[in-house]
């Protein structure tokens, strides 16, 4: 069995940061893809970024040039570096990755306001 847990989301400002981490456990011989989706409400859950094995990274045209996807294969670990924010970015944001299946995390919510 693998779980994923979530941290760093929290209620944010216009222009602030927040990193979001996602730890897997359980289970675990090798993750091939490590990502971040959000799913705001009303909305379907749209792909943030994900990172390969190797480090190959993908972005959604939204978040281009504010957020960064990291990873660290000896910790399980994949980071969300989200600079610039902005009131749209509001969502829940969760984790996802690729062994021999896909696993996702409980979610945790990014609110950006004033």
């Known amino acids: 069995q693998v779980q994923l847990v979530e941290s760093g989301g929290g209620l944010v400002q216009p222009g602030g940061s927040l990193r979001l981490s996602c730890v897997a456990s359980?289970?675990?011989?090798?993750?091939?893809?490590m990502g971040w989706y959000r799913q705001a409400p009303g909305k379907q859950r749209e792909l943030i970024a994900h990172?390969?094995?190797?480090?190959?990274?993908t972005y959604a045209d939204s978040v281009k040039g504010r957020f960064t996807i990291s990873r660290d294969n000896a910790k399980n670990t994949v980071y969300l570096q989200m600079n610039s924010l902005k009131p749209e970015d509001t969502a829940v944001y969760y984790c996802?990755?690729?062994?021999?299946?896909?696993?996702w995390g409980q979610g945790t919510q990014v609110t950006v306001s004033s």
């Open positions: 996802r990755i690729v062994t021999s299946s896909e696993h």
């Open positions: 359980g289970s675990i011989f090798s993750i091939n893809l």
């Open positions: 990172i390969s094995w190797r480090g190959i990274t």
